[in-house]
């Protein structure tokens, strides 16, 4: 460690499972240190706050994880430490802007997470922030840009097609519209379906039209009525809302794929996990039992890795993928945040 940096730094933590607002302090802890040769150390500008985290606070028991732990795994920041055994890179230098996401396995094992002013990760979890895009913007990209991407591999849009995203106002889905705005081309459609007050920008995003879902509730009949006769080739469901699921032969065409992050649980409880496990099961075997709902029923996970964070930078340093940032929120008032993408930074 520098001479310049502090041996202790702010972070937000929690001992024991509950909501966050009830189980997280903010306290001072030591700044971590490389344990491993290949490990790079940087100092976080910015922390995504992901549904995720919330989930993991509240349903994952302590017997499986280090106590007190730190919240969130995805960042940017800055490189201040290099291990020995990470080649001399342009990319990897201290003083260099990354963004990154902490592996889950690390998160529940070491307690590490990324609502803190420091953290320590092995090289291949950061990569370099691209030109052109704030630190800010690509704090977001970890989870939710995996996610996004392996919903386009599911739903495999190509020049042409029709497709509906529903949340598209979201992490995942306003990533997920610009990613099929790309595959489907000019001649190609994509529907939006998310708050009427977000249309604005999520037409700038690629969306031919947005449907305000709260004008229209429930959504499903309107877009039945609406898309019957131009049915979609693809639905893709970045909230998973069932409702939708169920009523898809309705407005998407037989034999094409719904492809959804999965159903949302009705409250982060163990007894509310529990149904969504059974609705994700009903919904994955039920197509091929008579009765069930006649199409292609795909559900994804993303998963950070390098591969995908290089490729999400290469998007956004391209102009075919900007971020946007709901608001931002200083560390000290991260406790009290309610929307799932947001952003904390210090002064």
């Given at each position: 460690?520098?001479?310049?940096?502090?041996?202790?730094?702010?972070a937000?933590?929690?001992?024991?499972?509950?909501l966050p607002?009830?189980v997280?302090?903010?306290?001072?802890?030591?700044?971590?240190?490389?344990t491993?040769?290949?490990?790079?150390r940087v100092?976080?500008?910015?922390?995504?706050?992901?549904?995720?985290?919330?989930?993991?606070?509240?349903?994952?028991?302590?017997i499986?994880?280090?106590?007190?732990?730190?919240?969130e795994?995805?960042?940017s920041?800055t490189?201040?430490?290099?291990?020995?055994?990470?080649?001399?890179?342009?990319?990897?230098?201290?003083?260099?802007?990354?963004?990154g996401?902490?592996?889950?396995?690390?998160?529940?094992?070491?307690?590490s997470?990324?609502?803190?002013?420091?953290?320590?990760v092995?090289?291949?979890?950061?990569?370099?922030?691209?030109?052109?895009?704030?630190?800010e913007?690509?704090?977001?990209?970890?989870?939710?840009?995996?996610?996004?991407?392996?919903?386009?591999?599911?739903?495999k849009?190509?020049?042409?097609?029709?497709v509906?995203v529903?949340?598209?106002?979201?992490?995942?889905?306003?990533?997920a519209?610009q990613?099929?705005r790309?595959?489907?081309g000019?001649?190609?459609?994509?529907?939006?379906?998310?708050?009427?007050?977000?249309?604005?920008?999520?037409?700038?995003?690629?969306?031919?039209?947005?449907?305000?879902?709260?004008?229209h509730?429930?959504?499903?009949?309107?877009?039945?009525?609406t898309?019957?006769?131009?049915?979609?080739?693809?639905?893709i469901?970045?909230?998973?809302?069932q409702?939708?699921?169920?009523?898809?032969?309705g407005?998407?065409?037989d034999?094409?794929?719904?492809?959804?992050?999965?159903?949302r649980p009705?409250?982060?409880?163990?007894?509310?996990?529990?149904?969504?496990?059974?609705?994700?099961?009903?919904?994955?075997?039920?197509?091929r039992?008579?009765?069930?709902?006649?199409?292609?029923?795909?559900?994804?996970?993303?998963?950070?890795?390098q591969?995908?964070?290089?490729?999400l930078?290469?998007?956004?340093e391209?102009?075919?993928?900007?971020?946007?940032?709901?608001?931002?929120?200083?560390?000290?008032?991260?406790?009290?945040?309610?929307?799932?993408?947001?952003?904390?930074?210090?002064?």
């Open positions: 460690m520098s001479t310049n940096e502090s041996v202790t730094m702010k937000w933590v929690h001992s024991r499972s509950g607002s009830e997280l302090s903010l306290t001072t802890l030591p700044v971590p240190c490389l491993s040769p290949t490990q790079v100092r976080i500008s910015h922390c995504a706050l992901n549904p995720g985290g919330s989930i993991t606070m509240q349903l994952l028991p302590f499986f994880r280090t106590s007190p732990s730190i919240p795994m995805d960042f920041g490189i201040v430490e290099l291990g020995p055994g990470v080649p001399a890179a342009r990319d990897l230098t201290p003083g260099q802007h990354v963004f996401s902490i592996p889950v396995g690390q998160h529940a094992r070491s307690g997470g990324s609502l803190a002013k420091y953290v320590v092995d090289r291949t979890a950061v990569v370099k922030k691209p030109d052109g895009a704030t630190l913007e690509v704090a977001g990209l970890g989870i939710a840009g995996a996610t996004a991407l392996e919903l386009i591999k599911a739903a849009p190509k020049r042409g097609d029709s509906l529903n949340g598209a106002s979201g992490g995942i889905g306003h990533m519209l990613m099929c790309a595959e489907v000019e001649t190609g459609r994509v529907i939006a379906v998310c708050s009427g007050e977000n249309a604005g920008w999520v037409k700038q995003l690629g969306a031919d039209e947005v449907i305000d879902y709260k004008e509730a429930p959504v499903h009949p309107h877009l039945a009525k898309f019957d006769q131009s049915r979609f080739n693809a639905v469901d970045a909230v998973g809302i409702d939708i699921y169920h009523h898809c032969p407005f998407l065409a034999g094409k794929p719904y492809v959804t992050v999965g159903p009705p409250s982060y409880t163990v007894l509310g996990m529990l149904a969504t496990v059974g609705l994700m099961a009903k919904n994955a075997l039920l197509p039992i008579l009765g069930g709902v006649p199409r292609d029923y795909r559900q994804v996970t993303g998963v950070s890795s591969q995908n964070l290089q490729e930078g290469k998007m956004v391209e102009g075919k993928l900007k971020v946007h940032v709901g608001a931002k929120v200083k560390m000290e008032d991260a406790k009290q945040v309610r929307l799932r993408f947001q952003l904390w930074y210090e002064d």
